[in-house]
């Protein structure tokens, strides 16, 4: 029995000084779960070959490892291996032949810009393969035929221009495909007839521009499709034909001018729609009408969006959650917009323009519990958001009511409708914080920044007369402004006026009093002397005859001839 025992410990020993060995530096090697982990600051070169031969899960990632070549022919049992964050270039045929218990190869982020055709032979049993943030220009038509087991494939952030309509043919029991990250301009209509069990598809980030009929028509099971940020600007009518299980759709981030309302089809079942961040500037009438199923609508930072039409989301009675947020251009919203939006729990119009919101949305469908978020706009606090302050207190106290543990734990105990503690700062803003309640005034000046919440009825009041004082004085200023400047205009008028009329009225006296005024002026008047007058009176008649030749009376005036008799 001694010996036997021993022996067992001598057998430990050696197990573990040869381990030590086999293991290089830096990594860490788990015999009993056949697992080597090299990720940490081994910072190898190679992959080494003296491991375990019965090795499972091999970790080499962050190293500086630029070939593999046959490096994994010893590890026949792997099923796990990460070769993420190396150097390596390129994956020649046959590198993983005798790896056919392989099930996850991780790739990712390395500088390979070239697969060989039969660089994945052997991997029958494979499922995940992640090939992203690369350099790969072209992909064999050929290279995944023999991947009959592949679940995952990730080929984003490559610099795939093209892809072949068989560049996935094998590969029938796909579920998840990733090619965004691309520069894929367009799509051939049988690239996805190889895998008709997708169920997930992300071909976000390429430039593609435009949608053609029958692309997807293969995906019947296909239930997310990621088209954000295509430079997408037009959508045939057609272009989601076939997809009768999609559920989720992101549009996101493209350059459509308009919701595409043709090219959603009545046999869709999609309920989840982002179709933000476009630049279209007027949502129309019924835009959603064929998505029956809709329960959720993403319309966010839609930098042109101004105005949204009173039947624009007719025929989504079953929609839940809608999202208007980040619309710089969005000022109003008519109230009517959310008729028929009964099943509507969740609204977001937070970081728009509003000034005011008249939405009786809560009174006419009595939708007391709505979860209503509106941080971020610059509100008016008048008489027409008193509502608002009402509503933000509900959701205040439905916050307390659906969370009781939470407030025990943190020893504060205060009966629903207890306003003296919402109050308190350290309570409130909590609260307000984790359940969007933080919603501040703009205006008044009187008010602003001022949480609309707290503004209970005995303060909050009707502000409307003290929110169009600011109005009212620069009405002021401005009338007595033109007022000044009428009165100078009359003055200077009447100035104007009274110097012309005393023109005129010296002007007739002078007429009237100097009729010689009219006949231009002699340059001097000769006048006899007394002695030439009153001595000789034949020279005083000849002198004013002379004078009246010269200054003949005003005809108007003239006496008529006297006769001698």
Excluded at 80 to 107: A, P
Aim: aromatic share 10%.
């Amino acid at each position: 029995m001694a010996l036997s025992f021993s022996i067992i410990i001598i057998l430990i020993i050696v197990n573990s000084v040869i381990a030590s060995r086999t293991c290089p530096r830096g990594c860490d090697c788990i015999e009993t779960l056949l697992i080597t982990n090299c990720s940490v600051s081994s910072q190898l070169e190679y992959v080494p070959h003296t491991l375990n031969p019965s090795l499972k899960k091999l970790y080499l990632p962050r190293n500086n490892i630029r070939r593999i070549d046959t490096a994994f022919d010893v590890y026949k049992n792997l099923i796990y291996l990460d070769l993420s964050s190396n150097l390596i270039t390129t994956i020649v045929n046959n590198n993983f032949q005798y790896n056919s218990e392989l099930q996850t190869i991780l790739l990712k982020n390395n500088s390979l810009a070239m697969l060989e055709p039969k660089a994945f032979n052997g991997l029958n049993l494979l499922k995940i393969l992640d090939l992203s943030f690369n350099r790969i220009e072209m992909i064999n038509g050929s290279i995944f035929k023999n991947l009959n087991s592949l679940q995952i494939l990730d080929i984003s952030f490559n610099l795939l221009k093209v892809l072949n309509e068989n560049t996935f043919v094998g590969l029938r029991n796909l579920i998840n495909l990733n090619i965004s990250n691309n520069l894929i301009m367009k799509l051939s209509t049988n690239l996805f007839s190889n895998i008709p069990k997708l169920i997930n598809l992300n071909i976000s980030m390429n430039q593609l521009e435009h949608l053609d009929d029958n692309w997807f028509i293969a995906l019947y099971d296909l239930t997310v499709l990621d088209l954000s940020s295509c430079h997408l600007s037009s959508l045939s009518s057609y272009c989601f034909n076939g997809l009768n299980n999609l559920t989720i759709l992101n549009l996101n981030n493209n350059s459509l001018m308009a919701i595409p309302s043709a090219s959603f089809l009545p046999k869709n079942v999609i309920q989840v729609l982002n179709i933000g961040n476009n630049p279209f500037p007027f949502i129309h009438p019924k835009s959603f009408y064929h998505l029956k199923h809709l329960k959720q609508i993403y319309l966010t930072n839609a930098s042109s969006l101004a105005k949204i039409h009173v039947d624009a989301f007719d025929g989504v009675e079953n929609l839940e959650m809608l999202e208007l947020s980040n619309n710089q251009a969005l000022k109003h919203i008519d109230s009517n917009v959310f008729n028929n939006l009964y099943s509507l729990s969740s609204l977001i119009l937070s970081n728009n323009s509003f000034e005011s919101l008249e939405i009786d949305l809560i009174t006419k469908y009595k939708k007391y519990d709505l979860y209503l978020d509106v941080r971020g706009n610059p509100f008016s606090c008048n008489c027409s958001l008193e509502w608002l302050n009402f509503h933000l207190i509900r959701m205040f106290n439905k916050t307390i009511s659906s969370n009781p543990d939470y407030f025990l734990n943190q020893n504060i105990t205060f009966p629903i409708f207890n306003l003296v503690t919402l109050l308190n700062e350290n309570v409130s803003e909590i609260i307000m914080k984790q359940n969007a309640l933080d919603v501040r005034c703009y205006s008044p000046f009187s008010l602003k920044d001022k949480f609309i919440i707290k503004l209970h009825k005995d303060k909050f009041g009707c502000f409307l007369l003290e929110s169009y004082i600011p109005i009212i004085i620069g009405g002021l200023f401005g009338l007595l402004i033109i007022g000044g400047v009428i009165i100078l205009l009359v003055i200077q008028c009447r100035n104007q006026l009274s110097g012309f009329v005393k023109n005129q009225l010296y002007t007739e006296n002078q007429f009237k009093n100097n009729q010689f005024d009219l006949y231009p002026k002699p340059e001097f008047v000769f006048i006899s002397t007394y002695n030439d007058f009153y001595k000789n009176p034949a020279n005083i008649n000849a002198a004013m005859e002379e004078f009246s030749v010269r200054y003949p009376l005003n005809q108007a005036h003239q006496q008529p001839p006297t006769t001698e008799l």
